[in-house]
């Protein structure tokens, strides 16, 4: 019903910027909620932020005053905007969306419904 590509992810330097992108498909009026996630080898995956369908967004304290979620309805596309990179963002990036429904646990991988393939972001120091 909803398919999600990701794009965007490079190997940037410490305190670079990059720019993810999320492109839905399909039937997009059903998305309420999105989301970013990421995933390094070994670890669990994460939430880094969320945007529900009023546009509140949320983030996780390790990325709050670097990273910005916002989405361009016109374009049906999800953005994540990363600055001031670290090497601990080092991560598989994913794009989720939750159908017909916001969220009040927006960090949670099992309320979403539909995923992205991932982007990889690499960061050195």
């Known amino acids: 019903q909803v398919q999600l590509v990701e794009s965007g992810g490079a190997s940037v330097q410490a305190g670079g910027s990059l720019r993810l992108s999320c492109a839905a498909s399909?039937?997009?009026?059903?998305?309420?909620?999105l989301g970013w996630f990421r995933q390094a080898p070994g670890k669990e995956r994460e939430g880094v932020a969320g945007i529900d369908g009023r546009g509140s967004t949320h983030y996780a304290d390790s990325v709050k005053g670097r990273f910005t979620i916002s989405k361009d309805y016109a374009k049906n596309t999800l953005y994540l905007q990363m600055n001031s990179l670290k090497p601990e963002d080092t991560a598989m990036y994913y794009c989720?969306?939750?159908?017909?429904?916001?969220?009040?646990?927006?960090?949670?991988?099992?309320?979403?419904?539909?995923w992205g393939q991932g982007t990889q972001v690499t960061v050195s120091s």
């Open positions: 989720a969306a939750i159908a017909y429904r916001d969220t009040g646990a927006w960090w949670m991988p099992g309320e979403y419904n539909y």
């Open positions: 399909g039937l997009t009026y059903i998305i309420h909620s």
